[in-house]
């Protein structure tokens, strides 16, 4: 893959990333602090969060065509990076129980990994039906 | 190599005739340029030579620097490279979809995600074929006539 194609992937995956994590630090405020009242130097926190679990994909960057297994064990790496990453920046709050804490932080970073390459798959899909229909134009136009 | 061209009467068969030391790979490239002009390939299965038309092809592979050719059914065997098929065949509709596969746009019937930034194509067969991540622009292009 060229690197360009590369960059303008993980900005998508950038982007479903912040949206993501502002609907995860909702639902996990609501939970554990929900009187609790945030700054707005805390909304730049998704977007650090994001940046820095787009990091480990760059790692993993393949030249070459990846087969499945390959494809396989780089999202498990990148998946564990990024649940070590998230739980390394992410402190419990105050009167919660922080092995608690962190299993759901961590399901819910599982969650938003399998919500993110479930959007990149369902972008894919819809370039594919595109394709599909550009070839059964081609096809029309290039029948004799 | 000279060339020569002589014209000849409308009632009689045109006929490009090669003289050569030895079949080089210069020779076949030309034959089957011409072949391919026709809309003709040339190659073998089962120890016989065939002359199979190029719309019939689905898709041409290259495996262990061989060259295959397929049809709905059948397999045969070209001397000519992948590469060589794939400059004879680029104004036939046919495009390179990966490093060992030139595939016929004709016979696909469907384009499905795969794995990574692949994509498959489904022929009419049935068969699947997977299209190289680096080949998905050049197939865009094709396809809106750019190429």
């Given at each position: 893959?060229?690197?360009?194609?590369?960059?303008?992937?993980?900005?998508?995956?950038?982007?479903?990333?912040?949206?993501?994590?502002?609907?995860?630090?909702?639902?996990?405020?609501?939970?554990?602090?929900?009187?609790?009242?945030?700054?707005?130097?805390?909304?730049?926190?998704p977007?650090?969060?994001?940046?820095?679990c787009?990091?480990?994909?760059?790692?993993?960057?393949?030249?070459?065509?990846?087969?499945?297994?390959?494809f396989?064990?780089?999202?498990?790496?990148?998946?564990?990076?990024?649940?070590?990453?998230?739980?390394?920046?992410?402190?419990?709050?105050?009167?919660?129980?922080?092995?608690?804490?962190?299993?759901?932080?961590?399901?819910?970073?599982?969650?938003?990994?399998?919500?993110?390459?479930?959007?990149?798959?369902?972008?894919?899909?819809?370039?594919?039906?595109?394709?599909?229909?550009?070839?059964?134009?081609?096809?029309?136009?290039?029948?004799? | 190599?000279?060339?020569?061209?002589?014209?000849?009467?409308?009632?009689?068969?045109?006929?490009?005739?090669?003289?050569?030391?030895?079949?080089?790979?210069?020779?076949?490239?030309?034959?089957?340029?011409?072949?391919?002009?026709?809309?003709q390939?040339?190659?073998?299965?089962?120890?016989?030579q065939?002359?199979?038309?190029?719309?019939?092809?689905?898709?041409?592979?290259?495996?262990?620097?061989?060259?295959?050719?397929?049809?709905?059914?059948?397999?045969?065997?070209?001397?000519?490279?992948?590469?060589?098929?794939?400059?004879?065949?680029?104004?036939?509709?046919f495009?390179?979809?990966?490093?060992?596969?030139?595939?016929?746009?004709?016979?696909?019937?469907?384009?499905?995600?795969?794995?990574?930034?692949?994509?498959?194509?489904?022929?009419?067969?049935?068969?699947?074929?997977?299209?190289?991540?680096?080949?998905?622009?050049?197939?865009?292009?094709?396809?809106?006539?750019?190429?």
């Amino acid at each position: 893959m060229a690197f360009k194609r590369f960059l303008v992937l993980h900005l998508q995956l950038y982007c479903v990333l912040v949206t993501l994590i502002f609907a995860a630090s909702y639902i996990v405020g609501m939970i554990f602090a929900p009187e609790q009242n945030i700054s707005y130097s805390q909304l730049v926190g998704p977007f650090i969060l994001a940046g820095l679990c787009v990091l480990p994909t760059f790692i993993t960057y393949f030249r070459k065509e990846p087969t499945l297994k390959q494809f396989i064990i780089r999202s498990v790496i990148q998946l564990a990076v990024i649940e070590v990453i998230v739980l390394f920046f992410i402190q419990p709050p105050e009167n919660t129980i922080a092995a608690l804490f962190y299993l759901l932080i961590g399901a819910i970073v599982l969650v938003i990994y399998v919500l993110a390459k479930l959007t990149v798959w369902l972008n894919k899909y819809l370039q594919s039906k595109k394709l599909t229909e550009q070839l059964r134009d081609f096809q029309a136009n290039e029948s004799p | 190599m000279q060339t020569k061209i002589t014209k000849i009467d409308p009632d009689k068969p045109e006929l490009l005739e090669i003289h050569c030391h030895s079949v080089s790979d210069e020779v076949r490239e030309i034959v089957a340029f011409v072949k391919s002009r026709q809309g003709q390939l040339t190659a073998t299965a089962d120890e016989r030579q065939y002359e199979i038309a190029i719309t019939d092809i689905f898709y041409i592979e290259s495996v262990d620097n061989k060259t295959f050719i397929y049809t709905k059914g059948k397999v045969y065997e070209s001397r000519q490279r992948l590469y060589e098929l794939e400059e004879v065949l680029k104004n036939n509709r046919f495009l390179r979809v990966s490093k060992s596969t030139v595939l016929n746009l004709m016979k696909v019937s469907a384009i499905k995600p795969a794995l990574n930034s692949r994509f498959t194509a489904v022929l009419f067969s049935g068969e699947q074929i997977v299209i190289s991540r680096k080949y998905v622009p050049a197939l865009k292009k094709a396809l809106k006539g750019e190429a």
